[in-house]
Protein backbone atom coordinates (compact mmCIF):
# COMPACT_ATOMS: atom_id res chain seq x y z
CA UNK A 1 0.00 0.00 0.00
CA UNK A 2 1.73 3.30 -1.11
CA UNK A 3 2.05 5.75 1.53
CA UNK A 4 -0.16 8.93 2.12
CA UNK A 5 0.56 12.54 2.31
CA UNK A 6 -1.39 12.44 5.29
CA UNK A 7 1.13 10.52 7.16
CA UNK A 8 3.96 13.12 6.30
CA UNK A 9 1.84 16.52 6.15
CA UNK A 10 2.72 19.22 8.57
CA UNK A 11 -0.60 20.10 10.00
CA UNK A 12 0.58 22.89 12.11
CA UNK A 13 -0.56 25.93 9.76
CA UNK A 14 0.66 29.64 9.57
CA UNK A 15 -2.23 31.52 7.52
CA UNK A 16 -2.92 35.13 6.74
CA UNK A 17 -6.11 36.84 5.36
CA UNK A 18 -5.40 38.52 1.91
CA UNK A 19 -5.35 41.91 3.06
CA UNK A 20 -2.13 41.62 5.19
CA UNK A 21 1.19 43.83 4.42
CA UNK A 22 4.45 41.89 2.85
CA UNK A 23 6.08 43.50 6.69
CA UNK A 24 3.40 41.73 8.59
CA UNK A 25 3.50 38.21 6.64
CA UNK A 26 7.64 38.70 6.81
CA UNK A 27 7.40 39.27 10.61
CA UNK A 28 5.20 36.17 10.94
CA UNK A 29 7.27 34.16 9.09
CA UNK A 30 10.69 35.28 11.51
CA UNK A 31 8.32 35.19 14.56
CA UNK A 32 7.32 31.24 13.82
CA UNK A 33 10.34 30.33 12.17
CA UNK A 34 8.28 29.27 8.95
CA UNK A 35 8.93 29.95 4.93
CA UNK A 36 5.93 29.71 3.85
CA UNK A 37 2.09 31.04 5.00
CA UNK A 38 -0.79 30.53 3.43
CA UNK A 39 -3.39 32.87 2.21
CA UNK A 40 -7.11 31.63 3.49
CA UNK A 41 -10.34 33.79 2.75
CA UNK A 42 -12.87 32.45 4.65
CA UNK A 43 -11.29 28.80 5.75
CA UNK A 44 -10.62 28.47 2.25
CA UNK A 45 -6.99 28.37 0.17
CA UNK A 46 -6.71 31.84 -1.89
CA UNK A 47 -2.75 31.65 -2.50
CA UNK A 48 0.40 31.12 -1.21
CA UNK A 49 3.47 33.11 -0.24
CA UNK A 50 6.96 31.91 0.60
CA UNK A 51 10.19 33.38 1.62
CA UNK A 52 11.05 33.99 -1.37
CA UNK A 53 8.44 35.19 -2.77
CA UNK A 54 8.60 38.57 -0.52
CA UNK A 55 11.65 38.84 -1.58
CA UNK A 56 11.52 38.44 -5.46
CA UNK A 57 8.12 39.79 -5.89
CA UNK A 58 7.67 42.70 -3.18
CA UNK A 59 11.00 44.13 -2.11
CA UNK A 60 13.06 43.23 -5.60
CA UNK A 61 10.73 45.31 -7.24
CA UNK A 62 10.67 48.58 -4.88
CA UNK A 63 6.79 48.29 -3.18
CA UNK A 64 6.74 49.85 0.35
CA UNK A 65 6.05 46.78 2.31
CA UNK A 66 4.12 48.02 4.43
CA UNK A 67 1.35 48.79 1.90
CA UNK A 68 2.11 46.17 -0.52
CA UNK A 69 -0.29 43.23 0.69
CA UNK A 70 0.31 39.53 0.61
CA UNK A 71 -1.65 38.97 -2.52
CA UNK A 72 0.55 40.93 -4.31
CA UNK A 73 3.51 39.08 -3.67
CA UNK A 74 2.04 35.63 -4.16
CA UNK A 75 2.53 33.47 -6.08
CA UNK A 76 0.06 32.58 -8.90
CA UNK A 77 0.03 29.00 -9.57
CA UNK A 78 -1.67 27.70 -6.96
CA UNK A 79 -0.42 23.42 -7.00
CA UNK A 80 -2.58 21.56 -3.91
CA UNK A 81 -2.87 18.00 -2.97
CA UNK A 82 -5.43 16.06 -0.81
CA UNK A 83 -4.34 14.22 2.34
CA UNK A 84 -5.25 10.93 0.90
CA UNK A 85 -2.77 11.13 -2.66
CA UNK A 86 0.18 9.07 -2.66
CA UNK A 87 3.35 10.62 -1.56
CA UNK A 88 4.50 9.23 -4.86
CA UNK A 89 1.98 11.70 -6.29
CA UNK A 90 3.44 14.84 -4.35
CA UNK A 91 6.91 13.93 -5.82
CA UNK A 92 5.31 14.10 -9.17
CA UNK A 93 3.31 17.66 -8.54
CA UNK A 94 6.72 19.22 -6.97
CA UNK A 95 8.83 18.29 -10.06
CA UNK A 96 6.32 18.71 -12.63
CA UNK A 97 5.74 22.33 -11.40
CA UNK A 98 9.25 23.05 -9.51
CA UNK A 99 8.12 23.85 -6.47
CA UNK A 100 9.34 22.94 -2.81
CA UNK A 101 5.82 23.06 -1.00
CA UNK A 102 2.52 21.91 -1.82
CA UNK A 103 -0.64 22.73 0.08
CA UNK A 104 -2.46 19.94 1.35
CA UNK A 105 -6.21 20.80 1.26
CA UNK A 106 -9.81 18.82 1.66
CA UNK A 107 -12.13 18.72 -1.43
CA UNK A 108 -13.57 22.36 -0.39
CA UNK A 109 -9.93 23.93 -0.46
CA UNK A 110 -9.87 23.98 2.99
CA UNK A 111 -6.13 23.87 4.19
CA UNK A 112 -4.99 21.33 6.42
CA UNK A 113 -1.61 20.72 6.26
CA UNK A 114 1.65 21.40 3.45
CA UNK A 115 4.24 19.05 2.82
CA UNK A 116 7.62 19.86 1.99
CA UNK A 117 10.41 18.74 -0.04
CA UNK A 118 12.25 18.46 3.38
CA UNK A 119 9.80 16.21 4.31
CA UNK A 120 9.83 13.99 1.80
CA UNK A 121 13.89 13.48 1.84
CA UNK A 122 13.24 12.41 5.53
CA UNK A 123 10.81 10.51 4.66
CA UNK A 124 12.58 8.87 1.77
CA UNK A 125 16.46 8.65 2.83
CA UNK A 126 16.84 10.13 6.01
CA UNK A 127 20.30 10.33 5.73
CA UNK A 128 20.43 12.14 2.46
CA UNK A 129 22.08 16.05 3.07
CA UNK A 130 18.55 17.42 2.35
CA UNK A 131 16.92 14.90 4.69
CA UNK A 132 19.75 16.10 7.71
CA UNK A 133 19.28 19.39 7.40
CA UNK A 134 15.73 19.59 7.24
CA UNK A 135 15.63 17.07 10.19
CA UNK A 136 17.89 19.09 12.47
CA UNK A 137 16.70 21.92 14.70
CA UNK A 138 16.30 25.32 13.34
CA UNK A 139 19.38 28.01 13.33
CA UNK A 140 17.54 30.54 15.39
Do not use: F, Y
Not at 9 to 16: C, G, H, I, K, N
Not at 25 to 51: F, I, K, P, S, Y
Not at 99 to 110: A, Q, S, Y
Amino acid sequence: MAQRVRDIMTSSLVTVEPQASVTAVARLMRDEDVGVVLVTQDDHLRCVVTDRDLVVRACADGADPEQTTVMRASSEDLVTITPDDTIDRAVKLMREHSIRRLPVVEDDDRPVGIVSLGDLAIERDQRSALGDISAARPNT
